[in-house]
């Protein structure tokens, strides 16, 4: 059978490695001149969405790891996108992904083939670099094109009154030329504060324009944790958040956060509970704001030449740039000329899983990969995306019923809707590791730590209090991996080892392991608790 893989980014090159796995002959179709995708740093603007160039990854790369291929030990644990993209660059070397991968070659359009009631294929026209145009029958399409497909550009009463320059955060690239000027960042996402503390540094002056506020997370937790591996941890998402409310947890969080810097004072507190929103990451961002070199304000009441007025009644004067870190919307223009699966204001009729459209649930050989917003890392969610599909397009699993996926896609844009506010940007928003489970049991790839609690109590301890990395879910089921075991014992020597770059450790006493690993004795506490009294 042959499968079209349509992305060579962090979302197209583990589909085509797992289709290699379940022996299908396989094909990608890159409209770019490499792979990488939008973590590929592109100097000047184009159609496609790039990093910036200073742009640090806010997973940890244990995280971030695909579930064969754990990173080398003196990769800094949060990784500049030169050095994700050369952690690309191996695992498309070493798993021989590259000569299935056509670079320069652009998809124009995807469709159901006339017989597709019968076959389930998709036709794919592409043209090459030569413009010449193609047209080729697939038995199964991903499409890995993410979800930044049109910028969101705001408007403001004025603002055509502005002589200076207004510009989306996809046109931004790094903070060279901003020596003498005052600039204005719209947005406190990530990309928001990455402009605005870049900008903070070399700027004449810089404001970052928050309307709706935002909790900011650190990379770093305690004194030498990752934030993403204490954030998803198995044992609290899958079994302590089961009796513990929400509520309580977010009031938690949201202290830990707060004891960090006063949101409140620093014009940053939501009125949304920390769980609300997608997290927004910074180490630099309360420095920038305490030494006065980013200010922080409310949303913009209007433009006044090159003045702009807040809602608090503040201005900024002599501004000179306003660059909108306002995100992005998603569409689907490729699949049937954006006529397969329409898209209004960020919302979806009905996607299974953030996966399988319901259009074309008869088949399920249409998947969209990457799509969804995860509390964590999206390559290690991608590629399990991509082993559910090509389990179920290969006949080893079989999807529920058409009735049963429109439920279930029904039931998960409400539980969004209740849970986050009230923006196009939370459409597309999963919790990783609830997320990863119900994919894994899918294929039954799901660790069972009980089964080795007695036989290998180390392994036991790492899966089941430790950080749901990816390696977690080739230790059974389809295609396990050999290496999965070492790979998960080794996590916390691969953290350590970027952290001290090669440095000696001293080795810790028992009384010190004992204290450090709270959360495994945290963990033995709440299980006596919970079944025997």
Not at 41 to 68: L, P, Q, R, W
Not at 342 to 347: A, E, G, H, S, Y
Not at 447 to 457: I, V
């Amino acid at each position: 059978m042959k499968v079209c893989v349509v992305g060579a980014g962090g979302s197209g090159l583990p589909c085509i490695h797992w289709a290699k796995i379940y022996g299908f002959d396989v094909t990608c179709f890159e409209a770019s001149e490499d792979i990488g995708g939008l973590w590929r740093y592109k100097e000047h603007s184009t159609n496609e969405s790039s990093v910036m160039k200073g742009t640090v990854i806010n997973t940890s790369k244990e995280m971030t790891a695909y579930s064969d291929y754990p990173p080398a030990a003196d990769i800094p644990n949060y990784m500049h996108n030169s050095k994700l993209m050369q952690y690309f660059r191996d695992y498309a070397r070493d798993f021989h992904l590259n000569p299935h991968i056509k670079l320069k070659h652009k998809v124009l359009n995807i469709e159901r083939t006339a017989d597709y009631n019968k076959t389930g294929q998709w036709k794919v026209t592409y043209e090459n670099q030569f413009e010449a145009r193609h047209e080729e029958i697939f038995d199964g399409v991903l499409l890995c094109t993410g979800h930044h497909a049109d910028n969101n550009m705001p408007k403001w009463e004025g603002m055509e009154t502005f002589p200076g320059k207004i510009l989306h955060s996809h046109d931004y690239k790094s903070p060279d030329g901003y020596g003498d000027k005052t600039a204005v960042v719209i947005g406190v996402g990530n990309s928001g504060v990455d402009v605005a503390c870049e900008l903070g540094r070399v700027a004449k002056q810089t404001y970052l324009v928050s309307r709706r506020g935002a909790w900011i997370f650190s990379r770093m937790k305690g004194n030498d944790k990752c934030f993403d591996m204490e954030l998803n941890n198995r044992f609290i998402a899958l079994k302590f958040l089961k009796v513990v409310p929400m509520r309580i947890l977010e009031k938690m969080v949201e202290h830990d956060v707060d004891s960090r810097f006063d949101h409140e004072k620093f014009g940053l507190k939501p009125k949304h509970p920390i769980f609300s929103a997608h997290p927004t990451l910074s180490d630099e961002l309360p420095n920038r704001v305490m030494s006065g070199t980013v200010k922080v304000k409310p949303g913009i009441k209007k433009f006044q030449g090159s003045t702009l007025f807040f809602e608090d009644g503040t201005v900024a004067e002599d501004v000179d740039e306003v660059i909108c870190c306002t995100g992005y919307s998603f569409r689907f223009p490729l699949l049937e000329k954006g006529n397969l699966v329409p898209i209004d204001n960020n919302n979806h009729g009905g996607i299974y899983k953030l996966m399988f459209p319901l259009q074309t649930a008869d088949k399920n050989t249409l998947c969209l990969i990457g799509l969804c917003q995860p509390w964590g890392s999206i390559m290690p969610l991608s590629e399990m995306q991509a082993r559910v599909f090509f389990a179920q397009l290969r006949g080893d699993v079989k999807l529920p019923s058409r009735d049963l996926l429109e439920q279930d896609a029904v039931m998960q844009k409400a539980a969004m809707a209740k849970r986050y506010v009230n923006s196009p940007r939370h459409t597309l928003q999963v919790d990783f590791v609830p997320y990863m489970e119900g994919l894994a049991e899918l294929i039954d790839c799901q660790p069972k730590p009980w089964d080795f609690a007695t036989t290998d109590p180390r392994l036991f301890k790492e899966v089941f209090f430790g950080p749901n990395v990816a390696y977690v879910y080739r230790l059974s089921g389809p295609y396990p991996w050999p290496g999965a075991r070492q790979a998960i014992l080794d996590v916390r020597h691969r953290v350590d080892q970027g952290i001290t770059a090669g440095r000696p450790l001293r080795k810790k006493s028992l009384l010190e392991e004992i204290f450090n690993n709270w959360m495994l004795v945290f963990g033995l506490l709440f299980f006596v608790y919970y079944f025997f009294f």
